[in-house]
């Protein structure tokens, strides 16, 4: 029997079979040993097929191939990752400029992973109702510096409704997942979209201004229209990546483009001369932010032990 795993609460899988039955399942035993290094070998949003026992539980014995996934590194320290969403059609990336603040580091390692396994991000501005005017003006640059590379934006409030319509008719009919750091506002906003689900959403600390990790399972929700919505858990940081720097660059959309003209084609971007990159830096076409951000992971594959997540 074949269906979609619509739902993981650790070593528990639900599966939404194809005449609509849901079903408890698990991964058997040595089924952990084949496939790629992650926590999680089976993720919301896989196609499986299972074979159900007397009990009406099942096993998973076969995940079909993925067409995409969303992936992070559980730890600096550890090689294994986690997948936090397969088979996608889009990633939302939830962010805020404040309540919580989101870095700009932790955007441009979100979309130079997403870059890797190619899935299309919006990127979504939550919590507008909060800003102050100089907030609301940082948040402006930002949604222009992200558009000029090439990413669709959004700036809304859950709260409020305020841009919500809007972004649920992109929705219909496609798979996107949710993700961002915790508290930006993820489940308030499903809850909003889909107002029979009532997700558990949290206030954020007061004494950190972060989010206190209220969703703990990623979940997948069906739309009205057709289609799904995934709430995951928020990502604290996004572990390092190890990767060579001509593949980094490809994942870094303007300084791919600026990079074709390069006096060498292996140039790294830091330090070589008639580097097209660093002059585009130097002459604003590039952000400080951004060339920040590539040079940072960069430094992953040397210092990656030693250093804190982003
Ligand atoms: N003022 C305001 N508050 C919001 C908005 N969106 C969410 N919140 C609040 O922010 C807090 C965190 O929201 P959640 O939906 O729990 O955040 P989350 O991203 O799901 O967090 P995790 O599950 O921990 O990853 C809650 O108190 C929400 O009511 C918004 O647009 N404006
Ligand atoms: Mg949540
Ligand atoms: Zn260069």
Known sequence: MFGLVVKNTGSWYTVKTDDGRLVNSKIKGNFRLKGIRSTNPVAVGDRVEIAVNAEGTAFITEIADRRNYIIRKSSNLSKQSHIIAANVDMALLVVTVNYPQTSTTFIDRFLAS???????????????????????????????????????????????????????????????????????????????????????TAEISDAHNQGIHTTTFSEMLELPGGGYLIDTPGIKGFGTFDIEP????GYFKEIFMFSKDCRFSNCTHTHEPGCAVLRAV?????????YQSYLSMLEDKDESKYREAF
């Not at 001509?246 to 660059?249: D, G, N, P, S, Y």
């Open 246 to 249: 001509a593949e980094l660059t």
């Open 114 to 200: 997403a870059e890797a396994y190619r899935v299309p991000v919006v990127l979504v501005f939550n919590k507008t109702d909060l800003l102050t005017a100089e907030e609301l003006h940082y948040q402006e640059m930002m949604i222009g510096l992200y558009e000029n590379i090439g990413y669709e934006c959004r700036a809304i409030s859950a709260e409020t409704g305020q841009g919500v319509g809007e972004l649920a008719r992109m929705l219909a009919g496609r798979i996107s997942v949710l993700s961002g750091n915790s508290g930006v506002g993820k489940s308030t906003l499903i809850n909003r979209i889909l107002p029979g689900v009532n997700l558990r």
């Open 282 to 290: 130097e002459e604003h076409y590039i952000a400080q932010s951004r």
